[in-house]
């Protein structure tokens, strides 16, 4: 069975400009969360979608968006894009909620943006 | 707000000894916890979980971990380490999170870096 689908896997753009990152979930699974990992500031919650619905939400500025779509797959968008965003962006689906005894998160490979 | 600690940033092994990597949680309600490994330019694994139940939680690889509320700890442990050990690996605390209740929200601690040696 294939695994959580981040595109593209690697990522260059000046500052200002806005990006678009794209997860596709394992078949079947409707809840899609992203996460941005810096050396700085380790891994930080971004926002968890749910059967098109965004679920929860972390502390990020609302230069930080995204979406799902009705086939559960997610994009991420940064708009006025700033040194700082610089980071692996992971994807991560479920089936349910991970804090049940058999639902576990499935992450994927991650995109490396990189802002200059 | 819920919160995990993760002492020691690095952490060197002899390959074959004990591996000890050490999570204190921080959270008012009934925490979920789990350990995840990352290996160079890859997403996370996850290695073991505890939610309710048993409070010494098996994993994969050899690793298990021990849930101590009167610690609020929840260290993970390999009897033996092996070469292919070395990543990084972060513990993490989730809760019922999110509009409903059942979101997906994990709170990771800043990680450790797994070093093994001949």
């Known amino acids: 069975k294939a695994g959580v689908t981040q595109t593209p896997r690697y990522l260059i753009k000046t500052r200002g400009q806005q990006v678009t990152l794209s997860c596709s979930p394992i078949s079947g699974h409707r809840s899609v969360s992203w996460y941005q990992q810096t050396p700085g500031q380790g891994l930080q919650f971004l926002f968890e979608y749910f059967s098109e619905t965004q679920r929860n939400k972390g502390n990020f500025p609302g230069r930080f968006s995204g979406r799902q779509f009705s086939n559960s797959r997610s994009e991420m968008n940064v708009s006025t894009l700033e040194l700082g965003d610089s980071a692996l962006y992971l994807c991560?689906?479920?089936?349910?909620?991970?804090?049940?005894?058999?639902?576990?998160?499935?992450f994927g490979q991650g995109t490396r943006l990189t802002v200059v | 707000a819920q919160s995990v600690t993760q002492l020691g940033s690095h952490v060197s092994v002899s390959e074959g000894a004990l591996v000890l990597l050490r999570c204190n949680y921080s959270?008012?309600?009934?925490?979920?916890l789990f350990w995840y490994v990352q290996y160079p330019n890859q997403g996370l694994q996850l290695l073991l979980k505890?939610?309710?139940?048993?409070?010494l939680v098996k994993g994969i690889n050899g690793f298990e971990a021990e849930f101590k509320k009167s610690e609020t700890s929840f260290h993970l442990t390999k009897p033996s380490a092996h070469m292919s050990d070395a990543a990084e690996y972060f513990c993490?605390?989730?809760?019922?999170?999110?509009?409903?209740?059942?979101?997906?929200?994990?709170?990771f601690g800043t990680g450790t870096q797994l070093k093994v040696e001949l």
């Open positions: 991560a689906s479920s089936l349910g909620p991970t804090w049940t005894q058999n639902t576990e998160a499935f």
């Open positions: 993490a605390v989730s809760d019922r999170s999110g509009l409903t209740g059942g979101g997906n929200k994990l709170t």
């Open positions: 505890y939610t309710t139940g048993a409070t």
């Open positions: 959270s008012s309600v009934p925490p979920y």
